[in-house]
């Protein structure tokens, strides 16, 4: 089986069908729907597979329309909507059973020198060699992984706020959170793998900013959640097997729906990818 690692860099290498037609493999979870991040992470790689390696991707927009099934395989389908002197589109639709459960636009830029150059400074917070992990801290304190946990092994990932395990702690926290992440090994070169390793990642955390005033993370869950759209844009080269800040926020969230918005920077402080997403939130029935 490999390391967690090398199960992700599986997960990732599609099997090519046709020349814009790929398909993925979905592991067996005993969890009701796919993982999000996978299926995100799954199609930019079907798309970047039909783009030239000198046309990195500069960002993506995406919509879950169904839930998927663990266990059963995905078919990416690619439409090559434009290929032009500076700029590549590609549409993929994600289909499982005979049923679109992802649609994805993703657009790729050939570099080139801009003349405008800024960037927000980056947030002052604990150095990731100061904090837990987050796996060790739950398992320390559950005596047990809750069954999605599996999905965060390829991943060192670490709260650079103190994790709240009851109500009364949550009294004054905002609507923020962050974290600290890196795979759980190298990775390969490929700065596809990489773009695609960090979608992956980019949909398991960023939704506890809409829950972190209402609920402990990982506590007893109150409400239903399931991502319904996410966007990002790339704006540097990065390594996903390299330490990451990924600072999260909701400004509002109303009518059973949260929205989200992070930002990653590297060690140096440099601001490489922006994150928005939506997510759905219903009270449980108990």
């Known amino acids: 089986m490999g390391t967690p690692v090398d199960q992700l860099v599986d997960l990732l290498d599609l099997e090519r069908i046709e020349l814009n037609i790929f398909r993925g493999r979905s592991p067996e979870e005993a969890l009701q729907r796919t993982f999000g991040g996978q299926v995100a992470g799954q199609a930019l790689v079907a798309a970047g597979r039909t783009v030239d390696e000198d046309r990195p991707v500069h960002s993506l927009h995406a919509y879950f329309l169904r839930p998927g099934v663990p266990g059963v395989p995905i078919v990416y389908q690619v439409d090559r909507i434009r290929d032009g002197r500076s700029f590549t589109t590609r549409r993929v639709l994600g289909i499982q059973d005979g049923r679109s459960i992802f649609a994805l ?31 060790d801290e739950v398992g320390a304190r559950l005596g047990e992984l809750p069954p999605f946990i599996s999905r965060r092994q390829p991943f060192d990932i670490r709260y650079v706020d103190r994790l709240k395990w009851t109500r009364e702690e949550l009294d004054g926290v905002e609507a923020r959170s962050g974290v600290w992440l890196r ?21 398991m955390t960023l939704l506890d900013a809409v829950r972190a005033p209402v609920e402990p993370l990982w506590g007893e869950r109150n409400f239903d959640m399931a991502s319904l759209d996410h966007a990002m844009w790339f704006h540097r080269p990065f390594r996903a097997d390299e330490w990451l800040l990924y600072r999260q926020e909701s400004p509002i969230a109303h009518g059973a729906r949260g929205l989200a918005r992070g930002e990653i920077y590297d060690r140096e402080g440099r601001l490489v990818v922006s994150v928005m997403q939506e997510g759905l939130f219903r009270p449980l029935q108990r």
């Open 105 to 135: 636009t993703a657009d790729f830029h050939k570099p080139e020198p801009g003349g405008i150059e800024h960037q927000f400074p980056v947030p002052e917070v604990p150095a990731p060699e100061t904090l837990p992990s987050a796996l």
């Open 183 to 203: 795979t759980n090994g190298a990775l390969p070169d490929d700065p596809l793998i990489h773009v695609c390793a960090l979608t992956y990642a980019s949909d």
